[in-house]
């Protein structure tokens, strides 16, 4: 979405960058006093591959036709010979400061595609895997705009500072920095806000003084006791395929792209962010026999169990379930069975925006008031509607999720970014992430 980030940039820039062929960085962290850091010198600069593909230079329209939002991934064209690298799980070379890079772009959708390699005569045959494929012919870096917003956030930082500051700067995470450990070890989203507010909310008559007091390494001391799992990160020069395995697999809604080398955070890939990436270049593939099948054929999505709330849910039995069902967002369902609205994790954080988190016995209804943003709606949409459809819509609307209806508009379901994902990269390849 627009608000996750800002690309930037002049074509004096780019073409500068073309010349040199030099990745180039930007810090964008925050330090202990939320303050952002200045500008430093690059750790590390490192020549990258040049292929000067000129189709896309000679089409902008095209290009900006394609990408109808900040949040679409620019003319990322540039390829690799390497081969595709495995997942990184050993922490990354210390450097004293976490920086966000920006790097030239060169290449074309006829450049991305040039890499399948595929025969004529082999395409109806391999086209039930061309997804796959796609994914693991392209590298996490391949994803990174040309510059990007990076927030990142010492660990000594106030927790309601830190909150304060994914509103203003229009973010939903940040990775976590130790000074000690001179490496990320963490990352901080709105499910760390909304767990803070499910396990110390009494009244609103009590301040919530674990919110307002404890730094972000007091609240991981007390959080991960329970739950402690390591950074779950990922290479630049990994695999996409590797990118929507870890993803989904570890159950995670956001992948750090760390370089192993310098330790630098370079980017935050998302379900999203990927399913756009291959949208773009959707057209100049064979389509898949099985995108023309219906939801209910390919057994798509979440039938059973479907955790909703009311419009006079008070928000913190929301709260409540979110954390008790693990689930990103609950349909607004009516006395008749309808659904009428959707509150979601991400419209949490509009009661820090808002600072109204000290009284969570408002209804979910009065919550939804403060949003930050036009909502255009529910997205919905019926089993019997194709997987094409389906993918189609979810990348135009820009939501994490569908909720399927049937003829009377009540809720049957429920359709993610991470069940479209699977069916499109992973179930072709013989995996189950969602379930192994």
């Known amino acids: ?66 990408m109808r939002s900040f949040s679409s991934p620019p003319d990322t064209g540039q390829r690799f010979s390497l081969p595709p690298a495995p997942l990184s799980s050993k922490p990354p070379t210390p450097c004293s400061i976490p920086i966000a890079t920006s790097r030239p772009v060169h290449g074309s959708a006829e450049g991305m595609l040039e890499k399948l390699d595929l025969e004529d005569e082999a395409v109806e045959e391999s086209e039930s895997d061309i997804y796959m494929r796609f994914m693991k012919s392209h590298k996490c870096y391949d994803i990174v705009p040309t510059s990007s917003k990076l927030v990142v956030f010492d660990t000594t930082l106030q927790v309601k500072k830190a909150f304060f500051a994914l509103v203003a700067n229009g973010v939903r995470a940040a990775p976590l920095w130790e000074t000690k450990k001179q490496s990320f070890v963490g990352m901080l989203t709105i499910t760390d806000f909304i ?68 330790g630098n955070a370079l980017y935050i890939l998302t379900h999203k962010r990927i399913l756009k990436f291959l949208q773009l270049f959707v057209s100049e593939m064979p389509k898949p026999a099985f995108m023309k099948q219906t939801l209910e054929e390919l057994g798509i999505g979440t039938y059973n169990n479907i955790a909703f709330i009311h419009p006079d849910t008070p928000i913190i039995k929301a709260l409540n379930i979110f954390v008790d069902r693990r689930v990103s967002a609950l349909p607004v369902v009516d006395e008749s069975g309808k659904v009428v ?76 970014l991470s069940d479209i994902l699977q069916a499109l990269v992973l179930t072709p390849a013989g995996i189950d992430a969602q379930h192994s």
């Open 341 to 416: 609205d959707i509150y979601s994790k991400f419209d949490v954080i509009n009661l820090a925006a808002e600072k109204t988190y000290n009284n969570l016995d408002i209804t979910v209804t009065q919550a939804l008031r403060h949003r930050s943003q036009y909502f255009e709606g529910v997205m919905k949409c019926n089993r019997l509607e194709t997987l094409e459809t389906i993918v189609d819509r979810i990348v135009k609307a820009e939501v994490h999720r569908l909720v399927v209806v049937d003829e009377h508009a009540s809720i049957v379901g429920i359709v993610s």
């Open 195 to 262: 767990n803070i507010l499910h396990r110390y909310y009494k009244s609103p008559m009590v301040q919530i003084y674990e919110l307002e007091e404890h730094k972000i390494e007091t609240w991981r001391e007390l959080y991960l006791q329970e739950t402690f799992k390591p950074l779950v990160n990922i290479s630049p020069d990994a695999s996409l395929f590797d990118a929507v395995y870890s993803l989904i697999k570890n159950k995670i809604h956001r992948l750090p792209v760390i370089d192993p080398v310098s």
């Open 1 to 66: 979405m627009k608000r996750f980030g800002s690309l930037r940039g002049s074509k004096k820039r780019k073409d500068q960058d073309r010349r040199t062929g030099r990745r180039q960085s930007e810090p964008h962290g925050l330090n202990a006093s939320g303050l952002s850091s200045p500008p430093t010198t690059p750790t590390q600069v490192t020549k990258q591959p040049c292929f000067p593909l000129e189709a896309y230079r000679n089409e902008p329209e095209r290009l900006e036709a394609r």
